[in-house]
């Protein structure tokens, strides 16, 4: 059998394209390993040492004082079951809001789609919003985290991937008589899971990092806390302590504590913690994810 001979300019070709693929993965790693091996530094040691490629000494200081703190556990089930909860009821309504109005029979259907555009361009602004969300009742409740549910553009996303399904589908199954719920239950939505897992991976994101409704809408309940609320506390808390110390007659302790508790060794940890869940969860969804991202932009 004949072997195929590789000339030197693709010879070439081939070392240029590994030598930039290559770099440019350990550009996009990186700065994941650079949180990694700062939190796991001693931090009596990073303010003299730069931290590069390994860690500066093995500490698990960092860590330990941020797995430490009071109502970690709580506050870690409160953002687990937003994350869920609000990511599921978003990927729902969305898909059916997105049938609706991939369906041409749908009275005033073209109106109601570019009410919902204008959304993404004009909103109520954070006041408008705030005194609506206390008018409805539902201030430090949990359902501040998966009230509304719909995002005009998971929708957008969704309608043009419905629309570019065969319409024989449906129209068999109208003619066996099948009702439009059934339909969407047993056609649409199997057919969508690529777009529903690249929206759930977008809510799950969002939902996981949100943190800004809790300091606005449910700050005076304790039981609502999410991680990430109560990590950027404990973050300020550490910056505001380490500015106080500074230039201050204190004690070889206290001077300790502060050298050990450095807001850039917490920033680090809180990055780390925050991030590692949805680092964990991404790998399974990947494969739905870059098709239904591609099959989006065909039509899109």
């Known amino acids: 059998m004949a072997r195929y001979k590789i000339g030197p300019a693709r010879i070439v070709f081939n070392i240029l394209n590994y030598t930039f693929f290559t770099l440019f993965t350990l550009l996009c790693v990186y700065p994941l390993w650079y949180v990694f091996i700062y939190t796991i530094s001693d931090p009596a ?65 073209k109106l109601m789609y570019r009410i919902m555009v204008v959304t993404m361009y004009v909103s109520g602004g954070l006041i408008p919003t705030y005194l609506v969300i206390r008018a409805y009742g539902i201030m430090n409740t949990f359902w501040i985290y998966i009230i509304p549910p719909v995002s005009a553009y998971y929708v957008i996303l969704i309608k043009t991937y419905i629309e570019q399904l065969p319409p024989s589908l449906q129209e068999s199954a109208l003619i066996d008589g099948a009702s439009y719920l059934r339909i969407f239950i047993r056609i649409i939505m199997p057919l969508s899971m690529p777009i ?13 990092n949100a943190w800004f409704d809790n ?28 500015k106080a110390l500074e230039g201050t007659h204190i004690t070889e302790a206290m001077a300790k504590r502060a050298q050990n508790l450095t807001p850039m060794g917490v920033r680090m940890t809180v990055t780390l913690i925050t991030v590692m869940p949805i680092l964990l969860v991404y790998p399974f969804l990947q494969r739905y994810f870059i098709k239904g991202i591609l099959i989006g932009a065909i039509k899109g």
Request: with cysteine; aromatic share 16%.
């Open 45 to 109: 040691l990073v303010t003299g040492t730069p931290v590069t490629f390994y860690p500066v000494g093995f500490s698990m200081y960092n860590l330990s004082r941020v797995i430490r703190l009071d109502g970690l556990a709580h506050a870690f089930f409160i953002s687990v079951a937003r994350t869920v909860v609000g990511t599921a009821l978003t990927v729902i309504c969305c898909m059916l809001l997105g049938y609706v109005f991939s369906q041409e029979n749908v009275p005033f259907r």
């Open 196 to 208: 529903a897992a690249t929206i759930g991976i977008y809510s799950a994101v969002e939902q996981w």
């Open 215 to 242: 300091h606005i809408y449910t700050f005076t309940n304790d039981k609502l806390l999410t991680l990430q609320y109560l990590l950027y506390n404990y973050l300020t808390e550490a910056e505001r302590m380490t």
